[in-house]
């Protein structure tokens, strides 16, 4: 293990927490409506976030500090590759409505989020999850997160079924072994007293790893994952129809910190080719090097990229060796993401069976207005028992479909105002959003609430300009972190601040390139009058084929700019925003 000159303090809460106990159960018992900093930060692993009413801070009389704050919990499903029962579905969605704000959310990393739990329903609410044979473990915290995974139930090509058995592997032999979890939240007893001898985590350790870790799996010709913004990214080797293994990605990531020069998005480094059978091996031994290596002095620079960035893949990739015992990494195959899909629609499984792949904006499931999304789905959802997968673009599928029920599920959609791919546009269709504010701590600034009234506007002037047919990468966040991974979109708009965001260009839809930043401090309402020339630049001068972020990643910022500028002379007057 490396000696640290320093520890960041919450480095001091995990070893001394016995094991993520902490203090969290006698606080659970009490009467006050939040937890404290230390047991805050130990219920991350547990799978939960406290968090306040940002707009309830409004009303706060003065002075009142915390004692005025209005504390809630979000609570965050772990669900491997999206993969559910409708069981599990439906209580997710009883959860959301009787202990919730009403709603349900699906993640961009195939989980689901609860938000607006009181301290009192934390219990109750994680414990019926576990009953629905589901659970928040390892969902937050400094451990491996939700393993993504293409979600496409093709059974009939031997490589998906292949792919989703590599994630529920990874899945169980990455997860916290400790008991306190099951203590807490689902035996409400200890079990450490029915079971001989001390906690231990094999893996881990006391102090787990120095921050998150993320995991994906995706096939070259479908990115849907963006397998290279992952700590741990596995692309596909397939030859003659058969999954021999996986080129690993190392080092990526999105976050960043506003007030740390020192941060930024970092895309994944080809690595090494590993075959099928030592993909667990390998996953552990990269975890250990970020275990001991990570860190864990500023918690703003212990993502596994900053170790890559700072030692270099090279000596990255000898350690890892290292601790696969001296085991030499074979050399990357030629295999690399070339496609994306985003699997909405209605589509053969291979078995006899369909699947129907249903947009979710910004994955809030919810009745507002004509659209009941929420009553649609558990009414198909009671009536046919299928199963479902939950996308990384934060929409549902439907599987299991007999081929004589698609009749009446289309019915069912448009009785609840449930449109269908075909009939939203493309920008909606691949636009994202995080959830920002009301509830996220971090927010800086407005991103799920707001981005349907830009995606609005650009609706009409898209269609005013004939593009409405293109497909582009659109996503907002209310911060830098980078939740709803803006950093490899063609277009990223990140808050900067309140009302303001930072315009990002020339990502792709495939995920393997980030962009730049082309304007910034952008007030909300002026978003799309910055965008507009940009479209119109493109559709004069675009080559054939080219998509929009090829386009500005081509053409680069300078030269934008310089066409922005001469556009807005011309016809600022009839563009201008009213």
């Known amino acids: 293990m490396v000696e640290e000159t320093k520890k960041a303090k919450f480095e001091t809460v995990k070893e001394n927490s016995r094991f993520l106990r902490g203090t969290i159960a006698e606080e659970l018992a009490s009467d006050t409506p939040n937890v404290s900093s230390d047991n805050a930060g130990l219920l991350k692993f547990h799978g939960t976030y406290q968090q306040d009413d940002r707009d309830a801070r409004k009303q706060r009389p003065a002075g009142s500090g915390k004692a005025g704050k209005s504390y809630s919990f979000m609570i965050r499903t772990k669900v491997p590759g999206g993969k559910l029962t409708a069981d599990q579905f439906l209580t997710q969605l009883s959860l959301g409505e009787r202990l919730g704000n009403g709603t349900l959310r699906i993640t961009t990393r195939q989980g689901f989020q609860l938000h607006c739990i009181v301290k009192s329903d934390l219990w109750q609410t994680i414990h019926e999850i576990n009953a629905a044979l589901l659970t928040t473990l390892a969902a937050c915290g400094d451990v491996e997160r939700n393993v993504m995974c293409c979600p496409a139930p093709h059974h009939n090509d031997g ?119 030592d993909v667990l091996s390998v996953a552990t031994a990269i975890v250990k090097v970020q275990r001991d290596f990570g860190n864990r002095a500023e918690r703003s620079r212990a993502r596994m990229k900053y170790l890559i960035h700072d030692w270099g893949l090279p000596r990255f990739k000898a350690k890892v060796e290292e601790y696969l015992g001296g085991h030499r990494l074979a050399d990357l195959h030629p295999a690399e993401v070339h496609g994306y899909e985003d699997h909405l629609g209605w589509h053969a499984q291979g078995d006899g069976r369909f699947y129907w792949g249903i947009n979710v904006e910004n994955g809030r499931v919810k009745d507002e207005g004509d659209l009941r999304l929420k009553t649609g789905l558990r009414t198909i959802f009671e009536r046919f028992r299928m199963s479902a997968r939950l996308t990384s673009q934060q929409s549902i599928m439907l599987c299991n479909l007999e081929p004589e029920w698609k009749d009446e599920i289309l019915a069912l959609l448009r009785e609840h105002g449930i449109k269908t791919h075909e009939e939203i546009s493309n920008v909606r269709r691949f636009a994202m959003a ?145």
């Not at 082309?518 to 940009?534: A, C, T």
């Open 159 to 277: 490589v998906h079924d292949r792919l989703q058995a590599t994630a529920d592997a990874i899945a169980r032999h990455l997860a916290p072994q400790a008991r306190a979890y099951f203590e807490i939240w689902v035996d409400k007893e200890k079990v450490a007293e029915q079971s001989a001898g001390p906690d231990v985590e094999p893996i881990y350790g006391s102090t787990y790893l120095p921050r998150k870790f993320k995991t994906g799996i995706a096939l070259p010709e479908d990115n849907c994952i963006d397998v290279y913004t992952q700590d741990l990214g596995l692309l596909a080797v397939v030859e003659a129809g058969q999954l021999i293994g996986y080129n690993v990605l190392v080092g990526g990531g999105l976050g960043t910190t506003p007030s740390d020069q020192d941060t930024f998005p970092r895309l994944g480094d080809r690595m090494a080719f590993v075959p099928y059978d």
């Open 434 to 578: 995080c959830p920002a504010l009301p509830t996220c701590g971090l927010a800086i600034t407005e991103s799920e609430r707001v981005l349907p009234s830009v995606l609005d506007q650009l609706d009409v002037e898209l269609a005013k300009l004939g593009l409405g047919n293109e497909k582009f990468t659109i996503r907002m966040t209310g911060c830098p972190n980078g939740c709803a991974r803006p950093y490899t979109s063609d277009i990223g708009l990140v808050g900067k601040a309140v009302g303001k965001y930072t315009i990002f260009v020339g990502g792709r839809l495939l995920g393997d390139r980030l962009n730049v930043i082309y304007k910034n401090m952008v007030p909300l309402q002026e978003i799309v009058n910055e965008l507009v020339p940009l479209f119109v630049y493109f559709k004069v001068k675009r080559q054939s084929g080219e998509s929009f972020g090829d386009f500005c990643h081509g053409k680069g910022v300078e030269e934008l700019l310089r066409f922005d500028a001469e556009y807005k002379s011309l016809n600022e007057p009839a563009t201008a925003h009213t």
